[in-house]
């Protein structure tokens, strides 16, 4: 059985980058989409975008505009979400999930992460 | 981008009684691509439903899902205890993906 581990929780400084990772444990991505989504605390879900692993095709969405690098390495079953210019408004749970359907960016996220705390702070 | 309106705020029933939450689309939107989500605090969301109406893996038939185009629905049908929580509905138009801003279910 497939899960998503993120990794920890980090406090980091304003201006500053972060990259999160989500990795497959127990199994693979194969030719499922991981999507990054976002809560901030106490606020609803925003999606950031996503990566097909197996293809390389990534969408971004249109919010983030140059502020967000999704990547992946195969080899270890890893996606990686790296975020720059950091503002105290970007604190917030990030969490990876996989799409329903393969190699859809679409259909909805049935496998989610355990979500991973950023705090943008000085 | 399409913007995903949830309605009510918060609904607060009894057990047994029927959940009817609405999401309305600022513009039409393909059946396929709209999906619902349950979040408890502390916890991921959890796929409830995708493709407008098909339950996704270990969900109960309590909860179904309907509409087309703008007006979309989820519906549970006898409301249990543990179905309490936060409900969002998403949908993804143009390779972008927006979800609503969530319908607060609690129960008396």
């Known amino acids: 059985q497939v899960q998503l581990v993120q990794s920890g929780a980090v406090v980091v400084m304003p201006g500053s980058s972060v990259k999160v990772s989500c990795k497959a444990s127990?199994?693979?991505?194969?030719?499922?989409?991981i999507n990054w989504v976002r809560q901030a605390p106490g606020q609803g879900l925003e999606w950031m975008g996503g990566?097909?692993?197996?293809?390389?095709?990534?969408k971004y969405s249109q919010n983030f505009p140059g502020r967000v690098t999704i990547s992946s390495d195969e080899s270890t079953n890893t996606v990686y979400m790296e975020m720059t210019n950091l503002s105290p408004g970007d604190t917030a749970v990030y969490y990876c999930?996989?799409?329903?359907?393969?190699?859809?960016?679409?259909?909805?996220?049935?496998?989610w992460g355990q979500g991973s705390l950023v705090t943008v702070s000085s | 981008e399409v913007v995903l309106t949830q309605s009510p705020g918060t609904l607060s029933l009894s057990p047994g009684e029927r959940a009817t939450l609405s999401c309305r689309a600022s513009?039409?939107?393909?059946?396929?691509?709209l999906a619902w989500y349950q979040q408890k605090p502390g916890q991921a969301p959890r796929l409830l439903i995708y493709?407008?109406?098909t339950r996704a893996s270990g969900i109960p038939d309590r909860f179904s899902g309907s509409g087309s185009r703008t007006d979309f629905t989820l519906t549970i049908s006898r409301l249990e205890p543990e179905d309490v929580g936060v409900f969002y509905c998403?949908?993804?138009?143009?390779?972008?993906?927006?979800f609503g801003q969530g319908t607060k279910v609690e129960i008396k």
């Open positions: 999930a996989r799409d329903v359907r393969l190699y859809s960016f679409c259909y909805g996220f049935d496998l």
């Open positions: 127990g199994g693979s991505f194969n030719n499922n989409v």
């Open positions: 990566i097909l692993p197996v293809h390389g095709v990534i």
């Open positions: 513009q039409s939107i393909s059946s396929d691509y």
């Open positions: 493709g407008t109406s």
């Open positions: 998403q949908q993804c138009s143009s390779s972008q993906v927006t």
